[in-house]
């Protein structure tokens, strides 16, 4: 069976990582497919305004993006994934999720989801926007009795 | 394995139908899941406006629902089911695939995903209103090449 032969996991480091990490690597399992980690750094303090980047804050991203892949490697050593598996990107998280997803030419992007309702829903998710305009399928891990974000 | 053990199938009746069920069977063969087929008729043209509702409005409706049983219940024979797995509702077709996913106890939901982009993400699609608020989790195969609605 080679249903799926490649999975993205999109990794937010949220309460929830572990939970919907089990689940990517039962469909891996299942499938007997590769499985690739990501995660998107978001975080963009520069004052647009002048033109100017202050090197304060270069410095602070640069360690956010270190450090998440410290983060990263550790998440795939535990799943008994080689580090080269991790992709650290930095940007809009949808896009840069897609981006890989093309990239790496993955048949399913597993994410998680928190199933919110009401005014929650209008202002997105995750699992939401990479649905919008994913190349492949999408594997939407709702976690009971947690919240995501 | 016994990671999910079953599965409910939204079915739309559009061009990738058996696209789409075909990603479901693979999905019950790989965890030995039931799986479940759901059709919802949305078809509401009853007036109101002054509470009356004329007998051949029921009557198209009611032949509405036994033409999708029908419909459904060929599909589960093509994919080896047994009738009893087909299930048709009638009303918001996300409120009744959550209702079914509640009531059935099933731990997945697949749904077809058309990956629109722009003005028609805003409008939202099936795949996209399941996500939220599903009891569980949610897998949107993306058909490629083709659109869903």
Chains 1, 2 share one sequence.
């Not at 963009?44 to 892949?69: A, C, G, V, Y």
């Not at 999720?97 to 030419?105: D, G, P, S, T």
């Not at 998680?112 to 939401?128: D, Y």
């Amino acid at each position: 069976m080679a249903f799926y032969s490649h999975i993205l996991l999109a990794v937010d480091f949220t309460r929830v990582t572990d939970s919907v990490a089990r689940q990517a690597v039962e469909m891996c399992q299942a499938f007997k497919a590769r499985l690739s980690l990501v995660h998107v750094v978001e975080f963009t303090q520069m004052d647009l305004s002048n033109d100017l980047i202050l090197p304060q804050e270069l410095e602070f991203e640069q360690e956010l993006i270190k450090q998440s892949r410290l983060r990263l490697e550790e998440l795939a050593v535990k799943l008994g994934l080689k580090k080269s598996e991790c992709f650290v990107s930095q940007g809009s998280t949808r896009r840069e999720i897609l981006r890989l997803a093309k990239e790496l030419n993955t048949d399913l992007i597993v994410v998680g989801s928190h199933g919110r309702e009401g005014i929650q829903r209008l202002l997105g998710s995750t699992a939401n926007a990479v649905l919008h305009g994913a190349p492949c399928d999408v594997l939407a891990v709702r976690v009971k009795g947690e919240s995501v974000e």
